[in-house]
């Protein structure tokens, strides 16, 4: 079956940098690849996602680029603020899935120091 | 929108005991899932519901748990004889026919097996 490996597990950047988190999936057929962004005692809450007919999508400072012949998938935080300090979740979707039985990575803690 | 709705919030049981949750989807969504989270992990699909139909369960749910949603609005998901490895996070999600790929997830209930 599908498996998401995502890295790294915590980064810590200075508030205004870019912060980027890669995430590798298995199953070339996946078609569908959200980013889910977590807040301490919250549930995730989707902040992006790209189809695998898409290279790349964009939201104000916040992107997505999708490499299909490597099977990778990246997000890009620019100009970082304190309040993007959370966990974020990347997912694929499996082939023959709902389409809503996402296999997500582990997460990655990101800090943004004022 | 009111957001998806979990109860309780938390629930701190003892072993051998039967637990039950409630969830409370966006009201035009037709579409419901379980996930189970454990700390430092990302949410792992238990199960969904299209209206009242359940449709996909997932290895993960053994015979001591079992998901309705009678009428197609709320659900809840039972747990039978709670074993300590069933500490974790039951997160519901719901979507759209349209969007069905974009999950909107409650803020699930901490549940924690003595």
């Known amino acids: 079956g599908e498996n998401v490996e995502q890295h790294p597990s915590t980064l810590s950047v200075q508030e205004g940098d870019s912060a980027v988190i890669k995430c590798t999936y298995s199953d070339s057929a996946s078609n569908y690849f959200p980013w889910y962004k977590q807040e301490l005692g919250k549930g995730p809450q989707l902040i992006i996602d790209i189809r695998s007919n898409v290279g790349e999508k964009k939201d104000q400072r916040i992107a997505v680029t999708l490499n299909k012949t490597a099977k990778h998938f990246s997000l890009h935080i620019t100009e970082t603020q304190p309040e993007d300090s959370a966990v974020y979740f990347c997912a694929a979707s499996p082939t023959g899935g709902s389409q809503g039985n996402l296999i997500f990575g582990k997460g990655t803690k990101l800090s943004v120091k004022p | 929108d009111t957001g998806v709705s979990q109860n309780p919030r938390h629930k701190i049981t003892k072993r051998g005991q039967n637990v039950t949750f409630r969830c409370d989807p966006i009201?035009?969504?037709?579409?419901l899932y379980w996930y189970r989270q454990t700390l430092g992990q990302g949410p792992e699909f238990l199960t969904y519901?299209?209206?009242?139909?359940?449709?996909?369960k997932s290895r993960l749910l053994s015979d001591r748990f079992s998901a309705e949603r009678p009428k197609g609005s709320f659900s809840t998901l039972e747990i039978q004889r709670t074993e300590q490895g069933d500490s974790a996070m039951y997160l519901c999600?719901?979507?759209?026919?349209?969007?069905?790929?974009?999950?909107?997830f409650g803020s699930g209930t901490q549940l924690s097996v003595l």
């Open positions: 999600a719901s979507s759209s026919t349209g969007g069905r790929e974009k999950l909107f």
């Open positions: 009201s035009e969504h037709n579409r």
């Open positions: 519901f299209q209206n009242e139909a359940q449709l996909e």
